[in-house]
């Protein structure tokens, strides 16, 4: 059964005020306004959308939270035209907020990469290379992951007139790789093999080394 407030015929809305509790199996309209909140029946007891009926957009205030977990502990924060952060609200010893990029691969290879994070200028209206990404860091797997195994190295990248590509990079063993220049201002202090190969070493400070190698 349907119920009709005001002229079923007429085109313009009319009100139905309610105070109390409705008991409401789906509620339709095109605008639903909440004077102060809307809430679940219960702690983790509803959700907003579904696998399959996703909202588009969501717009939240200057300066507003979105929290995470029964107390709250984790939020996400609106800082006003400048960006996010991301809290850990305890204030006892070693709590700190953790953020993870992970993969749903299920079989890690070689140069498999397990997160990215690329920085871009998009709107840029000179266009071209000025819009592709400028620079980012990659993790990137260096074999096959197994239970004894997951190599990986951070990959940095910066761009010129190109999308941003490996620069330098820095193995799961520690060891350092810089296709370019390295200018160092102060002491370079070298505990194991420095190899030159054919690039150009200038020395502005003092250096200390176990062992040198070149071509």
């Keep these: 059964a349907n119920l009709i407030v005001g002229d079923a015929t007429a085109t313009s809305p009319y009100n139905l005020d309610i105070r109390g509790t409705a008991n409401v199996g789906t509620l339709t309209g095109?605008?639903?306004t909440a004077s102060t909140a809307a809430v679940p029946d219960a702690s983790d007891g509803?959700?907003?959308?579904?696998s399959a009926l996703?909202?588009?957009d969501l717009y939240l205030a200057d300066g507003a939270n979105v929290n995470f977990g029964d107390?709250?502990?984790?939020?996400l924060q609106h800082n006003a035209d400048a960006g996010l952060t991301l809290k850990h609200n305890a204030s006892g010893d070693d709590k700190y907020p953790t953020l993870v990029l992970a993969t749903g691969d299920t079989d890690i290879a070689v140069s498999d990469k397990l997160g990215a994070i690329n920085f871009?200028?998009?709107d840029e209206a000179a266009g071209t290379d000025a819009i592709l990404v400028a620079a980012g860091i990659e993790a990137v797997s260096?074999?096959?992951?197994?239970?004894d195994n997951?190599?990986?190295k951070l990959e940095f990248h910066t761009g010129a007139s190109e999308a941003a590509s490996s620069k330098m990079s820095l193995s799961s063993g520690g060891n350092?790789?810089?296709?370019?220049?390295?200018?160092v201002g102060g002491d370079l202090d070298v505990t194991g093999t420095l190899d030159l190969s054919d690039s150009n070493f200038t020395n502005v400070g003092s250096i200390q080394l176990d062992s040198i190698a070149g071509d």
């Design 142 to 147: 260096e074999g096959d992951f197994a239970a």
């Design 30 to 32: 095109t605008t639903i």
């Design 54 to 56: 996703e909202w588009s």
């Design 176 to 183: 350092l790789t810089v296709s370019g220049n390295v200018s």
């Design 71 to 75: 107390d709250q502990e984790i939020y």
């Design 120 to 122: 871009q200028a998009p």
């Design 46 to 50: 509803a959700t907003l959308g579904t």
């Design 150 to 152: 997951n190599a990986t």
